[in-house]
């Protein structure tokens, strides 16, 4: 890997082991913000709040599932 991306990573991995509170209140927070946008989205696309809100659930959901189911296999 190139120096350039351990200086990046390094310090949010020791964050992350150290902070983890923090990191997953930012998590939660990063996450429902995203839900809220394409929520948005969709009910100026013509959707229900109801429906557009389910249809943001379903596609964060389809997101973040590579991430985790990667994160289940390294334990």
């Known amino acids: 890997?190139?120096?350039?991306?351990?200086?990046?990573?390094i310090p949010l991995r020791l964050r992350s082991?150290?902070?983890?509170?923090?990191?997953?209140?930012?998590l939660d927070d990063e996450l429902r913000d995203h839900l809220e946008r394409?929520?948005?989205?969709?009910v100026a696309q013509g959707m229900t709040?109801?429906?557009a809100h389910r249809r943001a659930r379903l596609d964060?959901?389809?997101?973040?599932?590579?991430?985790r189911d990667a994160a289940?296999?390294?334990g």
């Open 1 to 9: 890997m190139r120096p350039e991306h351990w200086l990046f990573t």
């Open 17 to 26: 082991l150290f902070r983890w509170a923090q990191a997953d209140q930012e």
């Open 38 to 42: 394409k929520t948005a989205e969709y």
């Open 49 to 51: 709040q109801e429906e």
């Open 60 to 67: 964060l959901a389809v997101s973040s599932r590579p991430k």
């Open 72 to 74: 289940t296999r390294a």
